[in-house]
């Protein structure tokens, strides 16, 4: 190399990897996991009875939690990609309450991890259908919510 030239690469990319694919099904996905155990999790609890501190209610209790929190950090994941990736500072013309929406979803990704709420669970989804309608309207698309569940 010529030390007389000096030599600059810039890349530039809207995200961390510029492939251009971003859905919000994923996160749709893991909010129903996080819904279905929360509801495995309060059925178990109501349907066991006293007997709370079975090594079988404990062992079946810890893997419904485990997996509600881990789905819960996922959707928290994927909302995060699709707000602070795909959209950009123009979105916020035709959508002000953006950022709110995506913090108030967040907040609930938490809520869900750390309790054990069909309410929390509820509005989880809710979110992420309204953020699935936002997503797709910037977009340009209809496309129908559809659960898996």
């Not at 991890?113 to 997503?135: P, R, T």
Request: hydrophobic share 40%; with cysteine; charged share 25%.
């Amino acid at each position: 190399m010529d030390d007389d030239y000096e030599y600059m690469i810039e890349a530039n990319a809207h995200c961390d990897g510029p492939c251009g694919v971003y859905d919000p099904a994923s996160a749709r996905i893991a909010g129903e996991a996080v819904q279905s155990m929360t509801k495995k999790m309060i059925d178990l609890a109501e349907n066991h009875g006293d007997n709370c501190g079975s090594a079988s209610y404990i062992n079946t209790m810890s893997r419904y939690a485990a997996i509600k929190e881990e789905e819960a950090q996922k959707c928290k994941d994927e909302l995060l990609v699709l707000w602070t990736d795909f959209f950009k500072p123009q979105h916020l013309d035709e959508y002000p309450d953006l950022h709110d929406t995506f913090w108030k979803a967040a907040k609930l990704c938490s809520a869900c991890k750390v309790e054990v709420s069909s309410v929390h669970a509820q509005e989880l989804m809710d979110a992420i259908e309204g953020i699935h309608n936002l997503f797709w309207g910037v977009k340009g698309r209809d496309v129908p919510w559809i659960r898996a569940s």
